[in-house]
């Protein structure tokens, strides 16, 4: 079978033409509105020379904004300043940018290139912008987005933590058939807790406000694909010493708390030898999760107190005890699907090998792993991978516009007629697990 054609915003009225078209020009304008709001303050924190930093990066992401709104070529960029910064990736998009040229015989363009490429770029720009400046060159413009995202789902985070402690404590008293169920429902929390992604909405509020334990039966409907079974076979058979279980994590918030009860339960259960977690190593789709963010949020949440409280410190102990480890890489916030994983960073493809399963969150993950095609919606997931097998994937993620696949005959019919915008709005789900076998 032939492959499908990239997503791309060359389709007048696609998700993705939107995409580029309304939703990308909001969130560099909110940059732009943020920056010069907090200028200010910013030189107050930073010292003078942050304020002059501040207009140089308004200059900047208003260039993009122009560059992106006139459909332009997109240009190269430039290295990071710092020699000894470890994630400087520069000559790699580069290199992808004269590839493009070579192949097709034209520079890409904001409207005209892959779909994936475009929007991974702009972010990327964002970051050169930043850290092109002095004093402000780690500076996260998302940050207090993200924060506040934290801070507003309190309550959910609060009645999921109690839950969580709750079931810690009861392990031992569990059959595996409990233990199964209760697997079943975090995954499907994890799950859930995509919904709450900041760049879909162009960085207006999207905070958890209810308790989601209350919603998951509701929701089932709304599974399209839930191979839970499979994956809990997956993780019983697998030997007590070769538990080493990755997450390649998404947005920070109230997702990224269901993902670390998630976690903690996967640990405490006895189903985890060693747990990798993967952040971004710069700011990235508003809301995805750095190292700091990650960080933070521990932090935030010990600070709080409350069953959130002592979940938290018990996250913090694993990870100074190293039974978690955090893993920064650049490959994820490069426009490289991960079928280019193997040539691209050959290392990471080697250690991700080692791994008995590989988590990734969300919908950015699931378009990396399908290679952002236009696949139809019944072609299976390992078909969609091409190639990129180093262990067991599971794919847990919301359908807000990136492709589907996976899904039984008549399964997105049945869907499209009950809810049109089904594979963009974030309401549909799913959990699917690819074993290779
Ligand atoms: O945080 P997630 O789940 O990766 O989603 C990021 C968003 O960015 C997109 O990939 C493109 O804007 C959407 O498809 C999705 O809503
Ligand atoms: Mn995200």
């Known amino acids: 079978m032939p492959q499908p054609q990239p997503l791309s915003a060359s389709h007048i009225g696609s ?3 939107l995409t580029v078209k309304d939703r990308l020009p909001v969130i560099l304008t909110r940059v732009v509105d943020y920056l010069y709001r907090e200028k200010d303050s910013l ?3 930073y010292g003078k020379a942050a304020r002059e930093d501040c207009k140089k990066v308004i200059g900047r992401c208003s260039q993009l904004k122009n560059e992106m709104q006139t459909n332009k070529d997109l240009l190269p960029l430039q290295a990071h300043p710092d020699p000894s ?4 990736d520069a000559n790699i998009w580069n290199r992808y940018l004269e590839n493009y040229i070579r192949v097709t015989g034209v520079a890409p363009k904001w ?3 892959p779909w994936l490429y475009v929007e991974c770029y702009m972010y990327t720009r964002i970051h050169e912008s930043l850290y092109l400046c002095n004093v402000l060159k ?3 413009p998302f940050m207090d987005q993200k924060r506040n995202a934290l801070i507003d789902s309190k309550e959910a985070i609060e009645a ?6 709750s079931l810690c404590g009861r392990i031992s008293t569990f059959s595996q058939e409990q233990l199964k169920q209760h697997v079943i429902k ?3 929390i994890s799950l859930w807790g995509n919904r709450c992604d900041l760049s879909i909405s162009g960085g207006a509020d999207k905070s958890q406000d209810s308790d989601v334990l209350l919603l998951l039966d509701k929701l089932q409907s709304k599974i399209l694909v839930n191979n839970s079974e499979s994956l809990w076979q997956l993780l019983v058979a697998l030997p007590e010493d070769q538990r080493d279980i990755v997450l390649v994590l998404d ?3 109230f997702e990224l708390v269901t993902d670390l009860c998630l976690l903690a339960f996967l640990t405490e259960a006895g189903f985890v030898t060693s747990l990798t977690v993967h952040p971004k190593i710069r700011p990235w789709f508003v809301s995805d999760t750095t190292h700091s963010d990650l960080t933070w949020t521990i932090e935030k949440l010990r600070e709080t107190g409350g069953s959130a409280g002592v979940l938290a410190s018990k996250w913090q102990s694993y990870i100074s005890n190293g039974r978690w480890k955090i893993v920064n890489n650049k490959f994820w916030t490069l426009c490289h699907d991960f079928a280019d994983m193997k040539e691209i960073d050959p290392e990471l493809y080697s250690q991700l090998s080692k791994s008995s399963l590989i988590i990734f969150k969300g919908d950015l993950n699931y378009r990396k792993l399908t290679g952002d095609l236009d696949w139809p919606t019944t072609t299976s997931l390992e078909h969609t991978l091409r190639g990129f097998c180093p262990a067991p994937v599971l794919a847990i993620r919301t359908a807000k516009g990136g492709p589907v696949v996976g899904l039984a005959p008549g399964v997105s019919e049945r869907t499209a007629a009950v809810t049109h915008d089904w594979n963009i709005s974030g309401e549909y789900g799913m959990i699917q697990l690819c074993t290779f076998s």
């Open 138 to 140: 780690d500076f996260d």
């Open 111 to 113: 409207f005209t290139a």
């Open 186 to 188: 975090l995954i499907e």
């Open 85 to 88: 910064y470890p994630y400087d």
């Open 160 to 165: 999921l933590a109690v839950h969580v402690l």
């Open 251 to 253: 947005n920070a918030g």
């Open 15 to 17: 998700f993705a033409y």
């Open 43 to 45: 030189g107050n924190n």
